[in-house]
Nanobody
Framework: VQLQASGGGLVQPGGSLRLSCAAS????????VGWFRQAPGKEREFVAG????????GYADSVELRFTISRVNSESTVYLQMNDLKPEDTAVYYC?????????????????WGQGTQVTVSS
């Protein structure tokens, strides 16, 4: 499966963005998806994950209650709605896929990665 992340940009603190992860290739509904981010000088970190059916989701503590992950399998797309953005959310955001029912918080367990989309939160 090939993944393409989009929707990043520059937003003021407190603003919102919606990231999209569009998949092509093999059956998208067979893949759990994770969003990760990497800020300059920092390690990549888990942001949110969703199981292949869309009924199981999980979030990093730092984004809980502000971010929402969802998927529309008929559109082969996963979304990450980000609200109340903070400067510390600034990073390149990547979506990733693994052929499994369950998402993982460990990036090493994912087989496929999108190219990343830059999110900058600044006034």
């Amino acid at each position: 499966v090939q993944l393409q992340a989009s929707g990043g940009g520059l937003v003021q603190p407190g603003g919102s963005l919606r990231l999209s992860c569009a998949a092509s290739g093999r059956r998208f509904s067979q893949y759990a998806v994770g969003w990760f981010r990497q800020a300059p000088g920092k390690e990549r970190e888990f942001v949110a994950g969703i199981g292949r059916r869309g009924d199981i989701t999980g979030y990093a503590d730092s984004v809980e209650l502000r971010f929402t992950i969802s998927r529309v399998n008929s559109e082969s797309t996963v979304y990450l709605q980000m609200n109340d953005l903070k400067p510390e959310d600034t990073a390149v955001y990547y979506c990733s896929g693994k052929s499994s029912m369950w998402y993982s918080r460990n990036g090493r367990e994912y087989d496929y990665w999108g190219q990343g989309t830059q999110v900058t939160v600044s006034s």
